[in-house]
């Protein structure tokens, strides 16, 4: 089983305070970028992966979705979920990526948001996801990009000049990466961005954009601390299809 991080009250309570956390989707800086790459979903049977305080499939039920599976593997996250969601046609249930089975074309799109980077065998799910979707089905999802997760030391260092950069140590090293943020130990795994692709591309997938996020000008001049995505990339969003 992946390690359940979000179960531990300590991470919990500090993930919790997190603008994503307290207002939804609209405290997700990436989310209007992600948005762009989304089909219509009016209708759709959708999975959403990891689907922590259901922000997403309470969206897509109210965009006229027909249904949404939300799966996560904390039950502090489901719990919050399904107290939070009053439509009909939204159910979560508790479910390890690591280990997931998902029946054949259930789905016709599926979603998942900063939760691949916590999944060991990546290649495993990505066949699974493949599998569960219909022809011409749709993939959205957002990881921690590699460049950010790659250092086995991750943080600013300072150069001589009094400038910042990020470091890229161990890139190429891909595995398991230990990192304290809001508790000790946080598991993670780096991959490359090509192994990632690969993965997509070798379960069936065609890959339709890769968007290496950043903050528009609007969004800096909102949220000032935003800034520091600007010098090297956090996020990656990918839009595949099947």
């Excluded at 991080?5 to 919790?16: L, M, P, Q, R, V």
């Excluded at 992966?49 to 996250?77: H, K, P, R, T, Y």
């Amino acid at each position: 089983m992946a390690q359940n991080i979000y179960d531990t009250a300590e991470f919990y309570e500090g993930y919790s305070t997190l603008p994503r956390s307290v207002h939804g989707l609209s405290g997700a800086p990436e989310w209007p970028s992600v948005r762009e790459l989304l089909p219509d979903i009016n209708g759709k049977r959708i999975v959403d992966l990891g689907c922590g305080f259901g922000w997403f499939a309470q969206w897509a039920a109210a965009q006229g979705a027909a249904s949404v599976l939300g799966l996560d593997l904390s039950e502090n996250m489901l719990a919050k979920a399904r107290a939070e969601t009053t439509h009909a046609g939204v159910r979560y249930e508790r479910a390890d990526l690591d280990t997931l089975t998902l029946p054949t074309a259930a789905f016709d799109f599926a979603y998942s948001s900063l939760a691949f980077h916590y999944v060991q065998d990546f290649r495993r799910l990505a066949d699974t996801i493949y599998r569960s979707l219909v022809p011409g089905s749709h993939f959205v999802f957002t990881i921690e990009h590699p460049i950010y997760m790659a250092s086995t030391s991750p943080g600013w260092l300072a150069r001589q000049d009094g400038t910042r950069t990020w470091p890229v140590d161990h890139y190429a090293v891909e595995g398991e990466r230990k990192t304290d943020w809001f508790a000790k130990g946080v598991v993670k795994y780096h991959r490359r961005l090509a192994t990632t692709v690969n993965a997509l591309l070798d379960a069936g997938f065609s890959v339709r954009h890769l968007n290496e996020w950043s903050p528009t000008s609007a969004q800096l001049e909102e949220q000032p601390a935003l800034v520091d995505e600007m010098e090297r990339p956090m996020m990656l969003i990918v839009a595949a299809q099947t």
